[in-house]
Antibody, heavy 122, light 106 residues
């Protein structure tokens, strides 16, 4: 069974940093693109970026809205996905989800974690 | 950037009714469209991908159609468990979600 479990959310001050983690299990981690998506309360999801699979060199792509502030990485030995967030702003307050592609390099999100809430406030 | 305009924003329907939700892309997305269902407090769940392909385990009362810039999600014979918010997502050019449709029972 595919499982994705996010952690690391909480309260952070504006301008601060936070690293989110996503523990993946139930599938061959290196075969799949992995994504970070966020959703402010009552609003639509927003794609943040993704990291490609082994076949595509683990390269990354980012939404321009967070490029330069957020960094996605993966530890393929531990089946972990990470989101490093710097210079956080109030508008970054949201539930953050990790998600997996349906197969290999597909770009629709077949599996989602339960989410972790990040609140940026003083 | 491709923009997705989803309508209606909210919808009230009766049990057994057929419901249609639409998404319009700002440019041709060549069937690169998915639909998700999200219940309160839960993560989104994939329903449809490639505009009209039903994801594994999704009831057949859900269907997707469309092409070019116009796409729709149809729910036949509405059930109580279908009360949720629905989002479209284009993935032809990176990813953009529609603003969502909140479906309630009348």
């Amino acid at each position: 069974e595919v499982k994705l479990l996010e952690s690391g959310g909480g309260l952070v001050q504006p301008g601060g940093s936070m690293r989110l983690s996503c523990a993946a299990s139930g599938f061959t981690f290196t075969d799949f693109y992995m994504y970070w998506i966020r959703q402010p309360a009552g609003k639509a999801p927003e794609w943040l970026g993704f990291i490609r699979n082994k076949a595509n060199g683990y390269t990354t792509e980012y939404n321009p809205s967070v490029k330069g502030r957020f960094t996605i990485s993966r530890d393929n030995t531990q089946n972990m996905l990470y989101l490093q967030m710097n210079t956080l702003r109030a508008e970054d307050t949201a539930t953050y989800y990790c998600a997996r592609s349906d197969y290999g390099s597909s770009h629709w999100f077949a599996y989602w974690g339960q989410g972790t809430l990040v609140t940026v406030s003083s | 950037d491709i923009q997705m305009t989803q309508s209606p924003a909210s919808l009230s329907a009766s049990l057994g009714e057929t419901v249609t939700i639409e998404c319009r892309a700002s440019e041709d997305i060549y069937n690169g469209l998915a639909w998700y269902q999200q219940k309160p407090g839960k993560s989104p769940q994939l329903l449809i991908y490639n505009a009209n392909s039903l994801h594994t385990g999704v009831p057949s009362r859900f269907s997707g159609s469309g092409s070019g810039t116009q796409y729709s999600l149809k729910i036949n014979s509405l059930q109580s468990e279908d009360v949720a918010s629905y989002f479209c997502q284009q993935y032809y050019d990176y990813d953009t979600f529609g603003a969502g449709t909140k479906l309630e029972l009348k």
